[in-house]
């Protein structure tokens, strides 16, 4: 009877893997197809078109996170927000801890009007363009001065154009719970636009979707917990203060988490 169980086990999890995969791809597909309708509306309306395909990109995923995983026995995210996420005059810049390739998808389904920096070979070639022209995404590559100018540029005119961001400091994903050291790109945006930090918090009982781990999707349902915390305003800081300060309150955060995790 042990056996059967796990063999049932098994398969449960590799069927809900499949049907994980399956409807990504059609919702990815039918998102895809949208965009491509709407290409021809460029020029002046460009910048309404990205909002609304974000928007509709937005509810995709949250759809997807937030019904499509847990049912699939997948995961299932828990969200706590220190105070409102809203649409503002001023747009804020969101700064996360990053260890598993949902993390960017996770924040994208809770902020609204969001443009994502990406690390430059998760969106390569066609990848790249679409994202560039259909969500006013940019890609990054740290050890590129060229890169970091190009992304930097693509910072000021987000934030100039009311845009939220969303920047991951550490700029990979950590192959371990430990935080890499953050660097100053969107504290140095913050402070020369005048843009509150919002530092969020995602933590995980197990790896997922990991650096360096295998299986990456593993058996079992993980459980995610994301804290959008309190926003750093650049007021009477400089960027190197904000970093300290979101650094801290992340790793905080995170210590919090694991503590719970290991009390429960």
């Excluded at 940019?138 to 009311?162: H, P, V």
């Amino acid at each position: 009877m042990e056996d059967f169980n796990k063999t049932f086990a098994r398969a449960a999890h590799v069927a809900g893997i499949a049907a994980a995969y399956i409807t990504g791809g059609l919702l990815a597909a039918l998102f895809i197809l949208f965009t491509l309708f709407t290409y021809p509306f460029r020029g002046p309306v460009k910048k309404s078109r990205n909002i609304l395909l974000v928007k509709i990109l937005r509810l995709g995923i949250s759809f997807y996170i937030k019904a499509c995983l847990p049912i699939f026995g997948i995961c299932s995210v828990r969200t706590q927000i220190l105070s409102p996420i809203k649409i503002c005059k001023t747009p804020q810049i969101y700064v996360a801890n990053h260890r598993s390739m949902l993390d960017p998808f996770i924040i994208m389904a809770c902020v609204p009007n969001l443009a994502v920096l990406l690390k430059r070979k998760y969106a390569k070639g066609i990848a790249g363009a679409y994202l560039s022209e259909f969500l006013d995404f940019s890609c990054i590559e740290k050890d590129s001065r060229e890169s970091l100018q190009n992304a930097t540029r693509w910072g000021e005119r987000m934030l100039a154009g009311g845009r939220n961001i969303l920047i991951f400091p550490e700029g990979s994903r950590s192959p371990t719970e430990r935080m890499l050291p953050f660097n100053s790109l969107a504290f140095r945006l913050a402070k020369k636009f005048g843009a509150k930090i919002r530092p969020v918090a995602i933590h995980s009982d197990k790896p997922f979707m990991a650096k360096g781990i295998k299986p990456s999707v593993p058996r079992g349902n993980t459980h995610f917990e994301v804290e959008f915390l309190n926003p750093v305003s650049p007021e009477g800081l400089s960027a190197d203060d904000m970093l300290i300060s979101c650094e801290r309150a992340i790793f905080k955060t995170l210590n919090k988490l694991r503590s719970n995790r290991n009390d429960g």
